[in-house]
């Protein structure tokens, strides 16, 4: 048996492990003593791996290029030249026709590696000439990265992984860390055994809100209202640490004059909070020696997310709670590598490292290096934004590369509606997906396992994964495939391997030139900012010496004025919808659903999950299928009826085909991050009164797209490759 | 004494880690793939209440009202646990009528007989299904080993006598404290 190190390909805990290969298959994984992982795994890490191996459960692996002569035509299978001769054809036309910012490329922050983000955001800049280039992290955590930068000047976990089992308090926020990250989760129970105080503020009895020492179990879409009554607080109780706010922050009176309407009682409405606990809340938070702040999607998903996250880091700046150990503020990265696509500028904003494209020397600076006149200064389009682009007209060419929109992105009708909208569409996947099908182009890429790279956990640590099995099928490596595009396309760009490509980024970028290769092999980690090679391990936290990352060097104190969620509840949807995850799934599912273990614990069509009053009062029996819709959509799916579940809302997570949830969210943005509201939808669920209809209804519907998908890249299997013209 | 796996309810996450650890370790193979929604059949499972998610499983009882309730003689004590000679049960189900912990279940496999070196289908074959410690894997009990909070543990004699004593010296500073 063969042991290759890896790093897991699922949440952004960044766990390291060996995985066991036989006859170049994947039989199984061997926890190690990673930084952040110390040995443990959760069952994704432990029993995730079969998807490599093609198992062929929810969906095929991509063993070949395929095309679609016409949109109405099936797949063809096409040689590798054939298609990266119509990939750079196309876009070219589209580039000559309409101009670079006609093509939308996305970045991947799934199993691909930061070499291969950094290879796609410059194709986007460098060969096409946009900054339209963006990651699933829009959907995510970009009001945490918009946020902070604004307030703290980095946008990231200002702490380590390993520093939340070391706090003396934990303010988690809107964040299930037990279903997002299980290993952090064991960070959170040590820091408990060792004395810390939790407090937990969500509106679901979540795991942690079951082991908190003080829960605030807040009205879905009050955050707002709760962080200023926090912040107020703080103020009036004189519980902040004035010699921190008068050294190291600015715009304090400003911020007092805001948060001054939010009291306790003023927000016990809005929030459903007795007074007493918010104030209990800040007393443990404030008394506290060291105090951690971690929040996840529950703040982010929201139309104040960005506004929000700035109040939160307003709490660390009042308690002086930055710039030293166990203390700071988390926004905990989902998906493995979400935090490596946004370090690499897989935004339409920043090159690699944070450097503004809107600045003029650094863009000569990556000009110089790249080869070309000059680069885009405009800031590029997000991935939100494509529907109303191309409903416009301004967006007619979309590169999409291990993503799955059609599954993951709010208001599906209105994905589907984009997709069709544009003139050339290629997917660059490992697996036939929803989106995949909706494509003209699909190029088969290696998957996690197949190929070696660099991965960012959640707390800026970098760490190398290698190559565990050989490729499947044509399979190419991701970052080759957009190098033979870019060529085709008359810009020759070739690279031997990953360790070039992050050593020209390492040129590039100052926060991560100390991360060498060499200091990342084996169980190395490299945490960034590493500006020296001699800087063995980088920077465990943020903001030494309390220096911020902003003009002043001051952090920011911000507050504003709280405003409802968009979507209003009525009597036509009286419900309120939010989306969340589950342990034993990942993302899209095209993983996780290939795996047997996970898919056995958990099928289609998934669950809404509801308060035991609503379900007797909508006369739903637990385990029964339901009808839920909204003003875009309608659904079904499997009641789970639960006291953790709120009154008045439901929850369901969002990787089921049948039941998904994105039929039913809209495209409510945050203003700043473009991040849609999926915590917050109004709708109806309905009894079905005919279940044994409704079941084999279910079983159909999967089945059918199921074959579709698979019979998809099976029927090309067999076909001779097409000659196309 | 008879040992047992332990759940603490103040680390549980509920994330089910140690069911798929403890079907993968029954499974003949050791391998996920032949895992599917029927043949799942952990004997640890994760139970999630309003106020409590915690892992259940046997207590491998010291006086085991499976093992008294059993016609055949299939439960025995062995190796400190109780454990079941499946070649003798018959699935009458009393073991699952006497455990006051619903933690013992009677599943059906297909039963295969050999004839001349030709194996044939034999109807199904019942087995009293529960917690065996794992006796036979040399890297101990699968669930404890997975769980990712090490919110389950093996309780033995030396380690219960161990946390007694700590509970008693613990109670005795307490009296002083008074």
């Keep these: 048996m063969e042991k290759h190190m890896s790093v897991c390909p699922y949440c952004g805990t960044g766990c390291k492990f060996n995985l066991l290969v036989e006859n170049e298959k994947v039989v199984g994984v061997e926890p190690l003593n990673g930084i952040t992982n110390e040995g443990r ?29 016409s949109r109405d035509a099936d797949f063809e299978r096409i040689s590798w030249d054939e298609a990266i001769k119509i990939a750079a054809t196309k876009f070219s036309e589209i580039k000559s026709k309409y101009g670079p910012d006609a093509i939308m490329t996305t970045g991947s922050s799934r199993g691909c590696g930061n070499e291969t983000n950094f290879v796609m955001q410059k194709f986007a800049r460098a060969v096409i000439g946009t900054n339209n280039v963006d990651n699933c992290a829009r959907v995510c955590h970009a009001p945490s990265v918009a946020g902070l930068a604004q307030t703290l000047g980095n946008g990231a976990m200002s702490n380590s992984i390993q520093e939340i089992g070391e706090t003396d308090c934990l303010l988690i926020f809107g964040y299930n860390v037990a279903d997002s990250h299980p290993v952090i989760a064991r960070r959170v129970i040590e820091a408990k055994e060792k004395g810390a105080k939790v407090i937990v503020c969500d509106p679901r009895k979540i795991e942690t809100a079951r082991l908190a020492d003080l829960y605030l179990p807040l009205k879905n879409g009050s955050n707002m209202a709760l962080v200023n009554a926090f912040a107020n607080v703080l103020i009036t109780e004189n519980l902040y640490d004035k010699s921190y706010v008068a050294n190291h922050t600015e715009g304090f009176e400003e911020y007092k004059a805001i948060v001054s309407k ?32 971690l929040w996840g999607m529950g703040v982010t998903q929201w139309t ?12 660390a700046l009042l308690t002086g709670n930055l710039g030293r150990p166990h203390v700071g503020v988390g926004p905990v990265r989902g998906q493995n590598n979400v935090q490596g696509s946004c370090d690499l500028g897989v935004l339409p904003n920043v090159f690699p490292g944070y450097q503004p494209v809107t600045d003029a020397a650094i863009r000569a600076k990556f000009a110089k290096r790249w080869g070309v006149a000059s680069l885009p200064d405009k800031v590029g389009a997000m991935v939100t934004d494509v529907p109303h682009l191309v409903e416009h007209g301004k967006l007619k060419g979309y590169y999409i590369m291990g993503e799955d929109p059609a599954q993951t992105d709010p208001d599906l009708t209105a994905v589907r509606k984009s997709l069709a909208g544009m003139e050339f569409v290629i997917v660059q996947d490992i697996f036939m997906t929803k989106t995949a099908m909706l494509a003209d182009l699909v190029l088969p890429a290696t998957s996690w396992g197949e190929h070696e790279g660099v991965f960012t956990a959640a707390d800026r640590t970098f760490q190398r994964f290698y190559q565990a099995v050989p490729p499947k099928g044509e ?12 060529t085709a396309m008359g810009y020759p760009m070739h690279y031997q391997n990953t360790q070039e490509i992050w050593d020209e980024l390492r040129e590039l970028a100052p926060k991560f030139y100390g991360a060498t290769y060499e200091k990342m092999e084996g169980l190395g980690y490299v945490q960034w900012p590493c500006y020296e090679v001699e800087d063995a391990h980088g920077a465990k936290y943020l903001y030494h010496g309390n220096k911020f990352e902003r003009p002043s060097g001051k952090g920011l104190l911000y507050a504003c004025e709280w405003h409802p969620p968009m979507d209003q509840t009525d009597s036509d949807f009286p419900m309120i919808l939010c989306t969340v995850r589950e342990v034993g799934h990942y993302s899209c599912r095209s993983m996780t659903g290939n795996c047997s273990a996970l898919q056995t614990l958990a099928d289609e069509p998934g669950f809404v999950t509801m308060n035991p009053k609503d379900a007797k009062r909508l006369g739903i029996k637990d385990r029964e299928l339901v009808h839920v819709s909204s003003r875009r959509g309608k659904i079904i799916t499997r009641a789970q009826i639960t006291e953790r579940t709120n009154e008045g809302a439901v929850y369901m997570t969002y990787q089921w085909w049948i039941g998904a949830c994105n039929e039913l969210t809209g495209e409510n943005f945050d203003p700043t991050s473009k991040t849609p509201e999926y915590k917050y939808s109004a709708v109806k669920v309905e009894p079905i009164a005919d279940q044994l209809w409704a079941e084999n209804h279910v079983q159909q519907e999967y089945a059918s797209l199921k074959g579709k998908l698979r019979g998809a890249v099976e029927n090309t299997a067999a076909m001779k490759v097409a000659e196309v013209a | 004494m008879n040992r047992f796996v332990a759940a603490d309810p ?19 193979d050791g391998s996920t793939e032949a895992l599917a929604p029927t043949n799942f059949e952990p004997r640890i499972r994760v139970i999630k209440t309003a106020t409590v998610s915690t892992a259940v499983m046997c207590h491998h009882c010291e006086d085991a009202p499976c093992l008294n309730a059993c016609p055949e003689g299939a439960i025995v004590y062995r190796a400190d646990s109780v454990q079941v000679d499946q ?30 070196g030709i194996q044939v289908s034999a109807g199904v074959k019942a087995r009293a299904h529960k917690c065996d410690l794992c006796i036979d894997r040399a890297a101990g009990q699968a669930c404890v080993g997975a769980c990712p909070t090490n919110a389950l543990r093996l309780v033995d004699e030396a380690s219960l006598q161990q946390s007694l004593a700590e509970l008693r010296e613990r109670t005795a500073i307490a009296a002083i404290a008074v």
């Design chain 1, 41 to 69: 795994l959760c069952l994704k890490g432990l029993y995730g791996y079969d998807f490599v191996n093609d198992t062929k459960i929810l969906t095929p692996r991509l063993l070949h290029p395929m095309y679609r002569r």
């Design chain 2, 87 to 116: 070649s003798r049960c018959v699935g009458c189900k009393n073991c699952v009528m006497a455990c006051p912990f619903g933690v013992m279940e009677v599943i059906t496999v297909p039963a295969v007989k050999s004839i001349a």
């Design chain 2, 10 to 28: 103040g680390k549980c996450i509920g994330c089910r880690t140690c069911e798929i650890a403890c079907a993968m370790a029954h499974r003949p």
């Design chain 1, 262 to 293: 939010y009291t306790p009682e003023y927000v016990a409405d809005i929030t459903g909070l007795d007074p007493d606990d918010i104030r209990e809340a800040m007393r443990i938070y404030a008394a506290a020696p060291s105090a951690t702040i």
């Design chain 1, 304 to 315: 104040m997310g960005v506004d929000v996250v700035k109040g939160l880091s307003g709490l």
């Design chain 1, 475 to 486: 399979c190419k490596h991701d970052w080759e495939i957009i190098a033979e595009i870019a």
